[in-house]
Nanobody
């Protein structure tokens, strides 16, 4: 059993920054990829960023240049630095981790950007 706990969300003004964290605990084995998704009210969940076990990075066009994904392998933790936030970034942010056994999701952390 793997548990993911996200933290770091909150209310911020446009142009501000937040840092999200997602810590994996339990029977985590050989993490392959760690990702962030987000879901705004009334919209489908969308992929935001990805970091592979080799460290390669990918971003959705909507966040490229503003968000940075990173990971701490020793802590089984993935981070998402959100800079230059816009009101349209308002959403619940979820981390997703895939290891050699399964595919796991956290409960999400809310990010609200005021204009």
């Amino acid at each position: 059993q793997v548990q993911l706990v996200e933290s770091g969300g909150g209310l911020v003004q446009a142009g501000g920054s937040l840092r999200l964290s997602c810590a994996a605990s339990g029977s985590v084995t050989s993490i392959k990829v760690m990702m962030w998704y987000r879901q705004a009210p009334g919209k489908q969940r969308e992929w935001v960023a990805r970091i592979s076990s080799a460290g390669s990075l990918n971003y959705a066009d909507s966040v490229k240049g503003r968000f940075t994904i990173s990971r701490d392998n020793a802590k089984n933790t993935v981070y998402l630095q959100l800079n230059s936030l816009k009101p349209e970034d308002t959403a619940r942010y979820y981390c997703n981790i895939r290891d050699s056994v399964g595919d796991y999701w956290g409960q999400g952390t809310q990010v609200t950007v005021s204009s």
